[in-house]
């Protein structure tokens, strides 16, 4: 059984997480998910230093595992593994690597649950929010399973009768996915899966504070029949980051970078890749609009307010960041978002049944909210509820309304990041309009309305590459995930997801006769 093959450390992780989860009555079927070490062509190993980084549960600080500190060395071998992998996988057939995705996201689905048990172990969020992003991680693979098998060429009418012109399609070659903690299982899934459909092979680099979730995903990769090198995972703390970053940006043995995390770090690794002129997709921070116009149904609104503000306690890309209330609308509204804030959520440890927001993911996040919600207040805007560290210290957040807030606020120019609501009243579409496109960010959107010419026209004029109208729940793998302006380059899920891992090759097929 794998279980005997690991090492001593991860047997202690895995006591360690099976205590802390039989302690509230969960157990894990399978606790070989569990790696205390990192995965480079096909095996489990160490940093080459020896070095190690503890990984922590947000929700109580308490040390879940250790993992390998790695550097620029392991990163070229994990590299080195992936261009030799990629020398055969690039030549087996769409239909070959789709029956290897499937098996892969066959045993995903079987092991749903203790995936969904290291993801709340690790990031805190609640267990229901982690089955739902198992779920939405898994219908990656899924999807691009079936996808790959219809990446299609083209043949062109060509203006000689002597000559074809046919374009095909071919994989890209080595990929680094640099990915989050906010979502630690589907941002890997969502590009790996494409990555692999595609062709390419992969080295992995997921955040610091969530490595766990992304080994649990290469063990089932392992167990799923991919040949060695075809995914690599290379573990890594704060400080050896950049220079991780730094050789997969760089190496000349990779091909592409896809990256999805802050806006600033996007900004630093496109610099990265010019230098080798490498391909990339980048899915960067957000800070949108959520406009409620006068006509919209108040109980939509409402709902749509919270899935979309709350939602990993305000921790994704998406979350509705700058909330627009129309002056004849803007009451009822703020008043019916604090009695659903006060009767829907429940804050604490993910793990109890009925928790709903689970704690921010480490310090550094948790000051930066507060430094918001403090700044803003001091240039005026007023504390509606909520407004300061919930009572169960730690990393936990209150959730907040704040009003009378004003563009120039942090709470407003910056992604928040945390279960704070700023709402602003307006009084026509025009100046909410104006308002909502001030921003250098574009990636999600929201707006209720039932009016229908104005449904049409804002959806035009907002400018974000994704709108949620009428809803606040927008993600799904048939979907094309991305933004514009400083939000990213690049869509992920739907058919074009596979865009980024292939170029188009031209052969012009001469001298017919
Ligand atoms: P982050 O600080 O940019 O980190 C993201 C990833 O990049 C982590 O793996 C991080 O590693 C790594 N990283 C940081 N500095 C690096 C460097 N110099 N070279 C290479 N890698 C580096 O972002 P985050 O705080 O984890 O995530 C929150 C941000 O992600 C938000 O802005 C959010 O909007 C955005 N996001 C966007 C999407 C989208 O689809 N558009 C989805 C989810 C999140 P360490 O953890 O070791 O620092």
Redesign the pocket.
Known sequence: MQIFRQSRRALQLQRHLLRYDFHRGHGFRYASLLHQEGYIGGKWVSALSGKTFAVTNPCNGKVIGHVPDMDEADTKTAIDSAYEAFQSWQRTTAKERSILLRKWYNLMEENKEDLALILTAEAGKPLAESRGEIGYGSSFIEWFAEEGRRIYGEVVPSPASSKEIILIREPIGVVSL??????PNA?ITRKAGAALASGCTCVI?????TPLSALAIADLAEKAGLPPGVVNVVT???S???A???V??TSPKVAGVS????????K??YR?CSSGIKKIG?????NAPFIVFDSADLNKAVDGFMISKFRNGG????SSNRIYAQSGIYEKFVAACKEAISKRLVMGDGLNKDVNVGPI?NQS?IDKVEGIVNDSVKLGAEVLMGGKRHELGGLFYEPTILTNVSSEMPCVKE?I?GPVAAIQKFESEEEVLKKANACQHG?AGYFFSQDYSQVWRVARRLEVGMIGINDGLISAVEAA???IKE??IGR?GSRHGVDDYTHIKYLCMGGIN
């Open positions: 640099i990915t989050p903690w906010n979502f941002m680099k997921p955040a610091e504070d890594a703390s704060r050896n980051t950049p991780v970053g730094n997969l940006c990256f999805t995390g802050s806006s600033a770090v996007g630093h690794l990265l980048l899915e960067l921070g957000g921790q994704t890309c998406i993911i996040q992604e990041f990636l995930f991305g933004g939000s990213g992920e």
